[in-house]
């Protein structure tokens, strides 16, 4: 079992910056053999990928949308998976998760994940 927990959330004007973490917590083997990925959820709208990170060699992937302005990182010593946050724009506001899947396979796909956090909140006020 891996337990998640965000942090970093907040209000910010547009165009500013955030930076979000992950702590993970669980039995051994922990977060160095998982894929770490960030999801977030907009009022009315359904979860969606923002970026994933590969366990073995720390492969990226980004959804467009985001592609260029965030960066996802993992400290695997410090169980810590982060997303740097630049250039916010007001679309960014939502719920952001981290979630976490056994192996290697990166995917951006959200039931593929077995593990998530509670969220932490980014409004991004324009």
């Given at each position: 079992?891996?337990?998640?927990v965000?942090?970093?959330?907040?209000?910010v004007?547009?165009?500013g910056?955030l930076?979000?973490?992950?702590a993970?917590?669980?039995?051994?083997p922990?977060?160095?053999?998982?894929?770490m990925?960030?999801?977030?959820?907009?009022?009315?709208?359904?979860r969606?990928?923002?970026?994933?990170?590969?366990?073995?060699?720390?492969?990226?992937?980004?959804?467009?949308?985001?592609?260029?302005?965030?960066?996802?990182?993992?400290?695997?010593?410090?169980?810590?998976?982060?997303?740097?946050m630049?250039s916010?724009k007001?679309?960014?506001?939502?719920?952001?998760?981290?979630?976490?899947?056994?192996?290697?396979?990166?995917?951006r796909?959200?039931?593929?994940?077995?593990?998530?956090?509670q969220?932490?909140?980014?409004?991004?006020?324009?």
């Amino acid at each position: 079992q891996v337990q998640l927990v965000e942090s970093g959330g907040g209000l910010v004007q547009a165009g500013g910056s955030l930076r979000l973490s992950c702590a993970a917590s669980g039995r051994a083997p922990i977060f160095s053999s998982y894929t770490m990925a960030w999801f977030r959820q907009a009022p009315g709208k359904e979860r969606e990928f923002v970026a994933a990170i590969s366990w073995i060699i720390g492969s990226t992937y980004y959804a467009d949308s985001v592609k260029g302005r965030f960066t996802i990182s993992r400290d695997n010593a410090k169980n810590t998976l982060y997303l740097q946050m630049n250039s916010l724009k007001s679309e960014d506001t939502a719920l952001y998760y981290c979630a976490a899947r056994g192996g290697p396979a990166v995917t951006r796909t959200e039931n593929e994940y077995d593990y998530w956090g509670q969220g932490t909140q980014v409004t991004v006020s324009s």
